[in-house]
């Protein structure tokens, strides 16, 4: 096929270098955003007098008619064609003839890839924002529902002061909050047109860029063309992003993992969200926590691969950065997939808040407390501390707890022990005591919900 910069050659390119060449495949999904920046780039030729206003018309009813027969599936992406640019442009030219070929004046692929991406990332954003929202909020109704369950909080894994449930979930609300924070601020910065900067060295014609920007609802233009064509930061900054909210949600899948194991028994998942094993008839597994913690070291690698492809590269536009779609599609595709599981995995998870407090029972969790109890009575943290450490050891040689260990065993270690020392190592009483903020107490964790409710429902 007649390429459409065919011209400076005249020999034909191998099957094999087409084939290599070509980035159709994937960059066919940004086929909504290539029209609509060139509906707004015909626009902006025709206000300029760059073009006549018969020939922008036949370009925008084309470009329309294109758009409306790709949604419908009248017409299909030539797979044959090299990238989406020039299948839009070979298209409306067969449909409009003489006008089409005038849409790309003032242009160039390199400022037109820049642009859709940046409007395809811009979409794919507010719908990754949206998917957040939806987990925050499963994760803060559960949250309420189990805001006075107490369960043991862990340091290293073991087993260190109480907290509750609502407490332990609200901490993974806050950190989605951040990434929902993180994804918007990279939004604003994708929001800046690089459509303009043509080739690299900006255009002879006397375009406005800033009008053509603003039709297409971007706030800001790249203030250098070199950059504005070479720039791939927001690719960069949307995978970080992306990355972080992964590690998130690897991390509460670890727990969720941890959780519904036999040894913790804290969760259950509905059936809705486990599988079954091919041989053990008693298994029912947590596929879905697993598949997102591995899933995350998939979207750490789109990161690592676009960082890398990125690092050599001369100004201005290089043809490796066609190696930039794969991976933020790829994240965009796992991380939207993801939330949705998991927001599904956590609505429905069944909570044991009877095993959560066996396990807070055991363990020494209310040891603070202890020797809390000891400097509300005077003696340094210090030596409070060493006691407490004693008494500890003292109840496992009696096989005991806190709870359990006669008064007249406490007096031994120090006369400040009275009959309310029970109350201070009581479970419920050690988070009730919990009040600073962001504690774990119960009136605090309504505190988190209510603001964490608050910001969701405020700005978008
Ligand atoms: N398919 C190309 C890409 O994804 C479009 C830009 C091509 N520009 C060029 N000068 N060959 O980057």
């Not at 005038?102 to 719908?127: G, I, K, M």
């Not at 979207?299 to 690592?304: E, F, N, P, S």
């Not at 109840?395 to 109350?423: G, H, K, M, N």
């Amino acid at each position: 096929m007649a390429k459409l910069w065919a011209g400076r050659t005249a020999g034909e390119t191998s099957k094999l270098a087409d084939d290599f060449n070509s980035s159709i495949s994937f960059d066919s999904r940004m086929y909504r955003q290539d029209i609509t920046g060139s509906l707004a780039h015909a626009e902006m030729l025709k206000k300029q007098g760059i073009i006549s206003a018969e020939d922008a018309a036949a370009i925008d009813a084309g470009l329309r008619g294109i758009l409306a027969d790709l949604e419908s599936g009248a017409l299909s992406i030539d797979p044959e064609c090299e990238d989406i640019h020039m299948f839009v442009e070979q298209v409306l030219t067969q449909r409009i003839g003489e006008a089409g070929k005038r849409l790309h004046t003032a242009r160039s692929r390199n400022d037109q890839v820049a642009l859709d991406l940046r409007l395809y990332l811009r979409d794919e954003t507010d719908e990754i924002l949206d998917k957040i929202a939806g987990l925050i909020r499963a994760v803060a109704d559960q949250a309420e529902a189990h805001k006075a369950d107490i369960l043991p909080g862990y340091t290293h894994l073991q087993r260190a002061q109480p907290v509750t449930f609502g407490h332990h979930l609200m901490a993974y609300a806050m950190m989605l909050l951040r990434d929902m924070d993180r994804l918007r601020d990279a939004r604003r910065r994708m929001g800046v047109s690089p459509i303009g900067s043509c080739a690299l060295a900006g255009t002879t014609y006397a375009t406005d860029r800033r009008f053509e920007a603003a039709q297409l609802g971007l706030e800001e233009i790249c203030l250098n063309s070199m950059d504005g064509v070479s720039d791939r930061d927001f690719c960069l900054e949307m995978l970080g992003d992306l990355s972080i909210l992964m590690m998130h949600l690897s991390r509460f899948s670890e727990e969720m993992l941890l959780w519904t194991s036999w040894e913790f028994r804290y969760v259950e998942l509905s059936d809705a969200f486990t599988t079954g094993s091919s041989i053990m008839p008693q298994k029912k597994n947590s596929d879905m926590a697993e598949l997102v913690r591995g899933k995350t070291g998939r979207v750490y690698g789109d990161l690592m691969g676009l960082l890398t492809a990125m690092k050599g590269l001369p100004l201005a536009y290089n043809k490796d950065m066609q190696e930039d779609k794969e991976p933020v599609f790829d994240a965009c595709d796992t991380v939207k997939m993801c939330l949705d599981v998991f927001a599904g995995m956590i609505a429905t998870m069944r909570v044991r808040p009877e095993n959560m407090r066996r396990a807070a029972q055991q363990g020494f969790i209310n040891a603070t407390d202890l020797a809390d109890y000891l400097v509300g009575r005077g003696m340094a943290f210090r030596d409070a501390y060493k006691i407490s450490g004693r008494i500890v050891a003292a109840c496992i040689a009696r096989d005991c707890v806190l709870e359990t260990l006669p008064l007249a065993e406490y007096r031994q270690f120090s006369d400040l022990f009275d009959q309310d020392v029970y109350d201070a190592v009581d479970l419920d009483a050690c988070v009730r005591r919990r009040i600073s903020e962001g504690g774990t107490c119960v009136a605090s964790v309504e505190r988190q919900i209510a603001w964490v409710r608050e910001q969701l429902n405020g700005e978008k």
